[in-house]
């Protein structure tokens, strides 16, 4: 595939030096708010998607597909950084292994063998890599053996970046909700919202603007780790949260239900994660809990 684009033989002499140069790969949900935060921010920001219609204005498209490596051929000769969010189209193995393992495989292959040497990457992994269910308070240094696919390849892919060449930092993003994300608060206002008995769910949520905020913020740290959790300072049960989304509505509270009766299958485990470290870098964030998230979707 031709990109119909002029490639800069080195980093543009009119930069200042607070300016990058950065890639997004996989530019969706998250990636398309980090991409309009770093460009309002003055950066020069590449985003590589199929449909590059769906891109704003000011972000400069490279129409390809992550799962071709030849359509990803050439990229611009000069990156900063490089940032990849890609997710995945279904909640199947293949689409999994596409999107968080063969697909990253493919940027990488490419950013050696064109010779591009940013000096980070960062990837947008999941909390899914933990297999603990017993309620446990859970950080970056706990313990993950996942026992299901997702949780696998997003592991592989984790694994596949910090083996590589370049310097890496993961980000395991928790539940995202924000702007067209909204399936619990449907579910409330649609009157469906069901509460398992005798189960303990724990949601550990990030809302999008906070979850592109931390990438923003670690690009621009001396010295980031290489891993991080992202979620917002409370976990939440999930009936707590449907009663509080209901309660707010003044609608009728979610019906209780078994298990073997509910419409739904659950999301999310009985886990509860740590923020930290993420914390410890100075990043405030935008919405702390699902308080004040969900409060502004209402």
């Known amino acids: 595939m031709a990109l119909s684009f002029v490639l800069p033989a080195l980093r543009p002499k009119e930069y200042n030096e607070t300016m990058q140069t950065i890639l997004i790969a996989g530019c ?3 990636g398309t708010t980090l991409a ?3 460009s309002r921010a003055g950066h ?3 985003a590589i998607r199929r449909n590059t219609a769906a891109l704003p204005d000011g972000i400069h498209p490279i129409q390809a597909d992550l799962l071709n490596l030849e359509s990803l051929r050439p990229l611009p000769a000069y990156f900063d950084f490089v940032f990849y969010t890609a997710g995945a189209a279904s909640f ?3 689409a999994y292994r596409s999107a968080y393992v063969d697909g990253l495989w493919n940027v990488l292959e490419t950013l050696e063998v064109e010779g591009r ?4 990457v960062f990837f947008t992994s999941s909390t899914g890599v933990y297999h603990q269910n017993q309620g446990e308070w859970l950080e970056e240094t706990s313990p993950t053996t996942p026992d299901r696919f997702s949780g696998q390849c997003l592991l592989e892919g984790e694994e596949l970046l910090q083996g590589s060449m370049f310097a890496g930092t ?4 928790g539940g995202i909700y924000g702007p067209g994300r909204t399936r619990l608060l449907d579910l409330v206002r649609a009157g469906q919202a069901e509460c398992v008995k005798s189960r303990t769910t724990y949601l550990n949520l990030i809302h999008r603007d906070d979850a592109a905020g931390i990438l923003e913020h670690l690009m621009n740290l001396d010295h980031p ?6 979620v917002d300072h409370e976990p939440v049960e999930r009936c707590t949260l449907l009663r509080w989304m209901a ?3 003044r609608l009728p509270a979610p019906r209780m239900v078994h298990e073997q009766e509910q419409h739904e299958p659950q999301r999310g485990g009985n886990r509860r994660f740590l923020n930290t470290r993420i914390k410890k870098t100075g990043y405030s964030f935008q919405y702390p809990t699902y308080r004040e998230g969900y409060r502004e979707l209402l």
């Open 247 to 249: 309660a707010k509505l």
């Open 36 to 38: 309009l935060r770093l």
């Open 225 to 230: 780790e290489e891993l991080y959790l992202g």
């Open 28 to 30: 969706g949900y998250v």
């Open 92 to 94: 199947d193995e293949t």
């Open 117 to 120: 040497r940013p000096q980070r």
């Open 170 to 173: 993961v980000v395991r993003l």
């Open 44 to 46: 020069q920001v590449w």
